[in-house]
């Protein structure tokens, strides 16, 4: 279970506001609160299906193609990787942020590239994917991890609202060695995990590494 911070000082709420699921707290009531984002983050293509070119792309295997998000969170690595075309399903533990996700997608399912290229969005499974990882009906080419790590400093002026309200609200996921342990016994070839640059590598050392900006991806392959 991920530990609740400890005391919890703010208060959220969900609420729909202009067709969509929102998180909202005290400071974003005014703006708007915060939703899952379904367009491309700036700098990625829209066109379909994406070009595999970023550190993502490359470290969950440009050849993979069915591939499972255990943490699927705000969603922005799953969307990428729903763009870039792979066959992806979803797993989340927070029934806060199941909602929000469920409404990105849903939102998703009406956009006209989806519905003229009949896409299945991706499937999303409620719950934790420790358990719902030793169920899989298949095996993934690749399973994504990218749980929360304790911060390095007490605030970094880098971290996103929408991140540190995750934070706030779900603490770190202090089980992610077990989840590690899950997805490396679940996976048809590799498991990735996205970790904070200071971090030691979750399932010791990984075949291969991919630096990016205070990220890495660490890839175990079977
Ligand atoms: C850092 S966020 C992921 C951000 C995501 N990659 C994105 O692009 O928005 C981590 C998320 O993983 C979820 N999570 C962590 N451990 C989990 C587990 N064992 N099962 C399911 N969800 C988990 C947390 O609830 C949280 O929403």
Redesign the pocket.
Known sequence: M?KLPDPVKQSFFLCYREGCLKLLDQDSLKKGGLM?EIEPRPGEQHSYPAPKKDLLAVAVGKKSKTIV????????????LFRMGYNLTC????PV?SALINDGFQRLAQKDWVVNRELQVPTLLS??????LTHLSFSPDCI?????FPPKRKKSALAKK??LV??DI?GD?E??E??FA?AWQATGRRVVV?SPDYAEPLGGKPQESYQGKLLRYDVYIK
């Open positions: 991920a899952v998000d255990a943490t699927t969170g705000w969603a922005q690595d799953s969307l990428a797993m989340e533990r927070s942020m719950g934790n994917a420790i358990q719902l994504y991890l990218d749980p929360m929408a991140m995750l934070r779900l996921d089980d992610r077990a989840l899950a996205k």
